[in-house]
């Protein structure tokens, strides 16, 4: 399967770091897809790397569930994680072997 992406130029507004946290891709009910993890993390968007499922590879949108850590006064607070839920586009998809990369940009916070 060739990689898609919305266009060649450079769209990111923030800067992308590498972070591997649990991610979830969840149904319009909020029930799970696919579990998997991100690769890396910016503002606007996240590359999450997923078990290969076609409903992935033709999404347009999907709702995804980071598992982030909890973060207070500017430091992180080791142990404690939060959940935090976006509403996103998807702008690439990548297979990777019998996985699957998925470019997400953030279109709305939803938790």
Known sequence: MPDTQAGTAERRLSQRVPA???A????KRGHALALGRTSNLSAD???????WREELVS?????????LPKVAHGHVRRGQRRKV???GRVVRT????QLLGVGLHFIEKLA
Do not use: M
């Not at 979830?24 to 149904?27: E, F, H, S």
């Not at 968007?45 to 078990?51: D, E, F, R």
């Not at 999404?59 to 598992?67: G, N, Y």
């Not at 990548?94 to 072997?97: A, F, L, P, S």
């Open 20 to 22: 591997v946290h649990r």
């Open 24 to 27: 979830a891709v969840l149904d």
């Open 45 to 51: 968007g996240v590359l999450l790397i997923l078990p």
């Open 59 to 67: 999404a347009a949108e999907l709702v995804v569930e980071l598992e």
């Open 85 to 87: 839920r976006y509403r």
């Open 94 to 97: 990548q297979e990777i072997g």
